[in-house]
């Protein structure tokens, strides 16, 4: 019985660790997308959807890109989306484009409720906000305060 109970302690440590470190490998894999995606939409300056300036779901800009450049509409389906709470039709990467369409963001809700803050003069997503982590007021879908965000 011994045994068993010491294997079970060991296992819960095991796990409580790992599910920590698998948060932290989903994050890394938000910044890295977040950035692949910011120089195309932000390249050569901010990209205004059709319905104007506003706060967008990037899964809601990918059909409009694929139609306005039809080279790239064979990706369309490989579009990233948030490895954790993302679906194929809500990725939960944001985009915020402001009114003169100059300064936009990409962002993301974070897991790791650890993750050091490197934009501290902010605490939403802003456009011309620049690159890094910010906390927000309140938590986000991926249930902390912490958000990424990519901006000009």
């Given amino acids: 019985m011994v045994v068993i ?4 302690v060991i296992a819960t440590i095991i796990l409580v660790n790992l599910s920590s470190t698998t ?22 300056g901010c ?17 409009e890109l694929a139609a ?15 490895p954790k709470s ?4 809500q990725s939960f990467y944001r985009y915020i484009i402001d009114s003169s369409g100059t300064r ?3 962002y993301a809700n974070l897991e790791n409720p ?18 890094g982590v910010f906390q927000a007021a309140s938590a986000g879908w991926n249930g902390t305060d912490k958000y990424y965000q990519v901006s000009n």
Avoid: F, H, W
């Fill in 114 to 131: 650890a993750e050091p803050i490197t934009l501290s003069g902010i605490n939403a997503p802003t456009p011309g906000g620049g690159k």
């Fill in 23 to 44: 948060g932290k490998a989903r994050d890394a894999k938000r910044k890295t997308e977040l950035a692949q995606i910011g120089q195309v939409l932000s390249a050569g």
């Fill in 5 to 8: 109970a010491i294997i079970g």
């Fill in 104 to 106: 936009c963001v990409l």
């Fill in 86 to 89: 993302g679906t194929a039709t």
């Fill in 47 to 63: 990209y205004m959807p059709n319905g104007g300036p506003g706060d967008y779901d990037t899964a809601t800009l990918v059909p």
């Fill in 68 to 82: 306005k450049n039809p080279q790239y509409a064979q990706y369309a389906s490989l579009a990233p989306k948030d």
